[in-house]
């Protein structure tokens, strides 16, 4: 049998995810995600669909990330009124994160005058088609064709999708974990697979040795401390964020560096953490035992949440020193810019990157070193410490990304690499041609391939 794979978002950039498997009788769609770039929501998003919702046979859903499902809501706008499918966690994440990138969707919506690109009851009609499944089970969607989830390690109910007809299989990893979390199990290798459209965020780079990143994010505390200065740090709302919240707990319970606040201003995070504590088994196996044992493991003395934006800015009236976990991870909107208008131009403060920041966004001008941004209309001198930590990425490496190929090697016969910069999938496009000889290709947006499925 011949399958059609098109490549609709998520090819030659990160963000966009959204690609369709044809098998003939069933069109099945990976992923429905946001275009992000300079700014959280790119132009390119109110573009209409160059498919037509109302054909899709079902739409399997990776992971919660915003850059996974962020135009669902506009494919139920536009008559799409088939089942979601995710993991159970994915399901509980996505509605926050749906609701928020709602405010955003309608603040960059009038910045471009343009109309949001959908509204509560898309969503809500979203969360109605939804449902949850645990990982490994099978189901049958028809024409032959039955799907599974397997943990990619990526957050929390992050999943890899497999589709297999008449033994033969194609694989879409999502975004992929490196094992750097401190609270979710590795990601699984399936077997048997012929097809694999697998991510390259970090397809041209080699992760910095991180056997140490407790130790240097103690490092990096107790400095900022030393100097009385703020911590600031950008963070994802879902599992990064839990991920820096559990490790600073960790340093302050065992009194490794000295107790000073913990301010989490992100409403969004703090109702992701929430949803965490709901789902013990996606964890891995020690946090599972100490969440079913009723330890809260993101809560601390220390820790306060901060509800609005009076209180945000509060925050610098009650003394230094003190830590600062904002949202958005890559500074392209949210809290965390009006904190960084404020320690950025102060020598004494620290701003701690540790994620994947898009071209364009001022956090990747920040972790490039660039001394003088523009925030809000006016320019700010850095001279705060700027410092780069990629030891908590929620993503694979380059070496990783070859090694999780390698071990499916025997089977695969076509790899395409995509949501990576085109200099990171072109890189590892060469390598798993060169080290493993395999067919590997790195489609641009727009494309179609015939697979033998
Ligand atoms: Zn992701």
Redesign the pocket.
Known sequence: MQSKMYFYGGAGSVTGSNFMLDTGGRKILVDCGLFQGEHALDESNWEPFKFDPKEVSVLINT?A?I??IGRIPKLVRDGYTGKIISTEATKALAEPMLYDALELNRHEAQKHGKEPLYDEKDIEKALSQWEGIPYHEEHDLGDGITFQFYNSG??LG?AMAKFSRDGRSIVFT??LGGGNSPLLPLAEEPQGVQYLVMESVYGDKKREDDTNRRERLEDIIEDTIARKGTLLIPAFSTERTQDLLFEIRTLMLEKKVPSVPVYLDSPLADKITEAYMRYPTYFNEDIEKRIEGGEHVFDFPELHFVRDVEESKNIYKKGEPRIILAGSGMSNGGRVIGHEQVILSDEQSTLLIVGYQAAGSLGRKLAEGMKKVTIHAETVQVRAKVATMYGYS??MDGEQLLEFVNKMDDTLEEVFVVMGEPASAGFLVQRIRDYLGTKAISPEVGAVATIEL
Request: hydrophobic share 20%; net charge negative; proline share 0%.
């Open positions: 992971h990330h850059d996974h990526h957050i992050s999502g975004d929620a993503h």
